[in-house]
């Protein structure tokens, strides 16, 4: 059974860091990337990666702010995200597949967490 488990969403005030985990199980997947949905808007590519490395792909508001990393020995996908603004409130969903591209459209995705809340106040 495929299963992605996100967590470390919070409250946060503005300025601060939190990092996202995502616990990968029941395949091996190509890419790993991040998406984020806040209320009333579509779903944004936030971040990706391959998880054999060497490539990350970050959406514009992210450059800078955000990092992406793996650890392949515990099948997990950080998300470090620094630099929090009001604007990066949303549900962070992290999202797999087997394809051996990393999309930022969120319809190329099989595999989808259940979601992480991140609230930052101003």
């Known amino acids: 059974q495929v299963q992605l488990v996100e967590s470390g969403g919070g409250l946060v005030q503005a300025g601060g860091s939190l990092r996202l985990s995502c616990a990968a199980s029941?395949?091996?997947?190509?890419?790993v990337v991040w998406f984020r949905q806040a209320p009333g808007k579509e779903r944004e590519f936030v971040a990706g990666t391959r998880w054999s490395g060497g490539i990350t792909y970050y959406a514009d508001f992210a450059k800078g702010r955000f990092t992406i990393s793996r650890d392949n020995a515990k099948n997990t996908v950080y998300l470090k995200m620094n630099s929090l603004k009001p604007e990066d409130t949303a549900v962070y969903y992290c999202a797999a597949d087997q394809a051996p591209v990393v999309s930022v459209n969120a319809a190329h995705y099989d595999y989808w967490g259940q979601g992480t809340q991140v609230t930052v106040s101003s």
């Open positions: 029941g395949r091996t997947f190509y890419a």
